[in-house]
């Protein structure tokens, strides 16, 4: 019954009486509610750390049995075991870059190039605009090799490729998604429906933030548009508070952030001091935890007043570190969303989102990788290159990759008025990592001849999530919250360690 309520037979004048004894008047009655345990944990900081005791019996982290605890903040919390990363920076490039033009180079595939994709490779497999049937098309990039490991790059990674020996490149992911939106809201969140926590809010949760100024868990954008919209960083049915937020690059960071004309600080302060008393009192009425979020929303957005304009103000980079990473003062761009993401690190943001859209390529798939490497190349090499002079990259985590692959097959649609592009691919697809634990200068995984299949090292979705948590010093499968009667985690029943990726 909702509210906890129980019904037995106790006859009609029990029940009547029962009916108006729900859990939630039971807290709001007795001595110690949840509106004041929720509080208590909010406002006290060091104390709430307690109950997430690496190795507490009775942490709902650890064990994966014990009731969901009442929201306790972004105090940081103490680890299941010592970590590599303290930080990730996950740049994902929506819309699926194709990694036969960038990582995976095919032989074969050139010499085969026009001609039909034999049966036996594709089988049953399913596409959302061409016929399984479709002539193959090789890269239309060169690639040379780089670095001392050696590693494959296409002509159109030529920054990427001066820090190639940094990171891990991974060809064999691949994702139960052929989509964007679902596709894009499995690699965040676990699951291709709307409603699960993302990976970010599941590391505040588990972790908590380093930032008493900022949120815990920060998105940037560029491009135009995200198919999978905020699903990708929500914060599910974990408490709100760890929900991403999403800054601008340009002009307030945060909408409705900045005090109206006519309110000063102190005007301000004090509407904030009366807002609370009634908000601490509504709490303790109803026991709502969602409640101590909003005042601790609003209490962070006090301070962001004063440290979010001072984040994305550049003027004291230096110009060689505009230039490193191709920022234009003033001109929203990802490269500019790189430095963010940089300067977000050195304040202790614990996660950082940036979503670059624009790599869906179902047409003139070489006219669109030169304008998007053009716009990302840069700027993502200059952030490995930055963190790493600046003693960063030890312990911050960064990802590079997108939603999934692209067909080894031509798509030309003279209706839809597309030629020279390809289709979306799960079965297989490129991504990179760096830092935080992670071995560099090697390649993991690889594709058959025509790079349609995995067929040495695959690493699913789930695979990458769960060593994204252990870098971070989360066990995934320790890392749960009970919802509607169930444990649920980032990876949910599946996932599996990559070793052969750790340092």
């Known amino acids: 019954m909702p509210g906890g309520f129980h019904r037995d037979t106790g006859g009609p004048d029990l029940d009547s009486r029962r009916l108006s004894l729900t859990r939630r008047h039971f807290f709001r009655d007795c001595g110690i ?6 509080l208590a944990s909010l406002l006290t900081g060091s104390q709430a750390r307690s109950a997430w005791a690496a190795g507490d019996p009775d942490s709902d982290r650890d064990r994966g049995t014990a009731e969901t605890p009442v929201h306790e903040g972004l105090a940081p919390r103490p680890p299941h075991f010592a970590p590599k990363a303290r930080r990730v920076i996950f740049l994902f490039m929506a819309g699926a870059p194709s990694q036969l033009d960038l990582f995976d180079n095919k032989p074969t595939l050139r010499r085969y190039d026009g001609r039909p994709v034999p049966a036996e490779v594709v089988k049953d497999q399913r596409y959302a605009f061409i016929r399984p049937d479709a002539s193959l ?60 926590p993302s990976m970010g809010a599941w590391v505040c949760y588990g972790l908590g933030s380093e930032s008493s100024d900022l949120p815990g868990f920060v998105v940037l954008s560029s491009g135009t548009g995200i198919s999978g919209g905020a699903a990708n960083w929500s914060s599910g049915f974990l408490p709100t508070s760890y929900q991403g937020v999403p800054f601008r690059s340009k002009g307030d960071p945060i909408l409705d952030v900045a005090s109206p004309a006519g309110v000063d600080r102190r005007l301000q302060r004090d509407s904030l001091d009366l807002i609370g008393d009634l908000n601490r009192r509504h709490l303790g009425a109803v026991g709502d935890p969602e409640i101590a979020t909003r005042i601790g929303s609003y ?38 969303n790189c430095l963010l993401a940089r300067r977000l690190v050195e304040r202790g943001v614990r996660f950082i989102n940036l979503y670059h859209e624009g790599w869906d390529h179902h047409s003139d798939v070489a006219g669109g990788l030169k304008a998007q ?26 990802v590079w990759g997108g939603e999934f692959g692209r067909t080894p097959m031509v798509e030309s649609n003279a209706a839809l008025g597309r030629s020279m592009g390809r289709d979306h691919h799960p079965q297989a697809f490129t991504m990179w990592m760096a830092g935080g634990g992670i071995r560099p200068g090697i390649t993991l995984g690889r594709t058959d001849d025509l ?24 066990d995934h499968t320790r890392l749960t919250y009970k919802y509607q009667g169930r444990l649920f985690r980032l990876t949910d029943v599946h996932g599996n360690l990559v070793p052969r990726l750790l340092a």
């Open 33 to 38: 509610g949840v509106g004041k345990i929720a």
């Open 137 to 196: 098309m090789s890269a239309r990039y060169a690639f040379a090799r780089h670095g001392q490991c050696g590693a494959e790059l296409s002509e159109m990674l030529p920054h990427l490729a001066r820090v190639v020996d940094d990171i891990a490149i991974v060809k064999s992911v691949h994702t139960d998604q052929f989509n964007h939106a679902p596709a894009q809201i499995f690699l965040n969140t676990g699951s291709p429906l709307p409603g699960r």
């Open 299 to 336: 209490e962070m957005a006090f301070r962001m007043q004063q440290s979010a304009p001072e984040l994305i103000d550049l003027s004291g980079e230096s110009p060689a570190t505009l230039a490193l990473y191709g920022v234009e003062p003033g001109k929203p761009s990802f490269a500019a």
């Open 373 to 398: 490497c053009g716009q990302t190349d840069r700027a993502a090499a200059a952030l490995v290159m930055d963190l790493k002079q600046r003693g960063l990259l030890e312990d911050t985590l960064v």
């Open 451 to 474: 790079g349609f299949h995995v067929v040495e090292d695959a690493v699913h979705v789930h695979d990458l999530q769960a060593t994204i948590l252990h870098l971070l010093g989360l």
